[in-house]
């Protein structure tokens, strides 16, 4: 007889186990030109900003 656990895990390449797909609107962001040359500029900044205070 098998265990409630077992049977609840993850069956590898099952449904399950795959991430949802991202919805129309997420992927509009994400190929918006202007959304990732400001993340852009936003995360150079962000690294910039880690650097000088490490050398400080």
């Known amino acids: 007889m098998t265990n409630i ?3 609840l ?3 590898p390449y099952s449904g399950q186990a ?3 797909r ?3 609107w ?3 962001w994400r190929r918006n030109i202007f959304v990732q040359i400001y ?3 936003r995360l150079n900044l962000k690294i ?3 650097v000088v ?3 400080s």
Do not use: S
Request: aromatic letters at 12%; a positive charge.
């Open 9 to 11: 895990k993850n069956i």
């Open 5 to 7: 656990h077992d049977r």
């Open 26 to 28: 997420t992927m509009h």
């Open 39 to 41: 993340q852009f500029f």
């Open 48 to 50: 910039m900003l880690m």
């Open 18 to 20: 795959f991430a949802t």
């Open 22 to 24: 991202p919805t129309r």
């Open 53 to 55: 205070r490490g050398h």
